[in-house]
């Protein structure tokens, strides 16, 4: 008699794939408010435009015929040009000068242990809450002693002491995230510790120091405070007190004002456009916690 054969146990039926919170909102319940989102953001930039862009007087709502007539009374009677060439060298100062003040004290904080340092890292982050009002008190009567007023190198300094504890702090936690062992490897093959810095540590750091060094740029080049406070001269003066003496008690002129924060608007878009990657990539570095 043949044995029976043997019977196969069934296989438990696989559940389906629990959907998620977010797989079953409808789409239109995402896409709406994201579609308002936008038309209130980019709704006041059309807004700009069409002033900058459509003649003095007109009402239309499109900017045609299109007239630039805006724009070269401000880059030429209005010494936009001047005060462009006054923001650019600030903007750039700022950026190497906090860039490279950083990265030393960064260094410091992140690979030597001493006394006071969480203290010193407190102050830092204590240092964020201070408005930059406060600052222009003591900083005024510095620079009136070292005979700065009115030199582009006093708003230079105000806006590197105003940007260098975030930028120190974030510095420190880019260094954090690069093994120690690679700067001992170095020094095991004949580098002195600055060499080994240079040649290992600095290349690992470009997205960092993007991210510093484009977010102290930006933070410059739009600051109104310290130009207007250090600088009395017309042709020392830079773009946001440029803008501002477009308006007037009396009157405002519109088109001139909105061509000139679309002159002030654009390089830091273009700066921003070329180095998104890198500044992502740089702040979520900074993030982690080495």
């Given at each position: 008699m043949a044995p029976a054969p043997e019977?196969?146990?069934?296989?438990?039926?696989?559940?389906?794939?629990?959907?998620?919170?977010?797989?079953?909102?409808?789409?239109?319940?995402?896409?709406?408010?994201?579609?308002?989102?936008?038309?209130?953001?980019?709704?006041p930039f059309y807004w700009i435009l069409l002033f900058a862009l459509r003649p003095a007087g007109s009402t239309s709502l499109v900017p045609w015929p299109m007239t630039f007539e805006h724009f070269e009374k401000v880059w030429t009677e209005r010494s936009f040009g001047t005060y462009f060439t006054n923001s650019v060298y600030v903007?750039?100062?700022?950026?190497?000068?906090?860039?490279?003040?950083?990265?030393?004290?960064?260094?410091?904080?992140a690979?030597?242990?001493?006394?006071?340092?969480?203290?010193?890292?407190?102050?830092l982050l204590c240092?964020?809450?201070?408005?930059?009002?406060?600052?222009?008190?003591?900083?005024?009567?510095?620079?009136?002693?070292?005979?700065?007023?009115n030199s582009l190198g006093?708003?230079?300094?105000?806006?590197?002491?105003?940007?260098?504890?975030?930028?120190?702090?974030?510095?420190?936690?880019?260094?954090?995230?690069?093994?120690?062992?690679?700067?001992?490897a170095a020094w095991v093959d004949g580098c002195n510790r600055l060499t080994g810095f240079r040649i290992v540590v600095l290349p690992l750091l470009r997205p960092g120091l993007i991210a510093v060094g484009s977010f102290a740029f930006v933070h410059a080049w739009n600051h109104f405070l310290f130009a207007l406070m250090f600088l009395s001269d017309q042709g020392k003066q830079t773009i946001p007190v440029g803008l501002n003496t477009l308006m007037s008690a009396d009157s405002v002129d519109l088109g001139a004002l909105a061509a000139g924060g679309i002159i002030a608007a654009v390089p830091v878009v273009i700066v921003f456009a070329f180095i998104q990657k890198w500044l992502i990539t740089g702040f979520s570095a900074g993030a982690v916690k080495g």
């Open positions: 019977r196969v146990a069934a296989e438990p039926a696989r559940p389906g794939r629990k959907r998620r919170a977010w797989d079953q909102v409808p789409r239109w319940q995402i896409y709406v408010p994201l579609t308002i989102y936008l038309l209130f953001t980019l709704i903007g750039l100062a700022t950026l190497v000068l906090t860039t490279v003040v950083a990265l030393a004290g960064g260094y410091a904080l690979r030597f242990d001493f006394r006071l340092k969480r203290g010193f890292m407190l102050a240092s964020q809450f201070v408005p930059g009002a406060l600052l222009l008190v003591p900083l005024f009567q510095i620079f009136a002693n070292l005979r700065m007023i006093s708003v230079v300094l105000a806006e590197t002491v105003f940007q260098l504890p975030l930028s120190m702090i974030l510095i420190s936690g880019f260094i954090r995230n690069v093994p120690y062992s690679l700067e001992e």
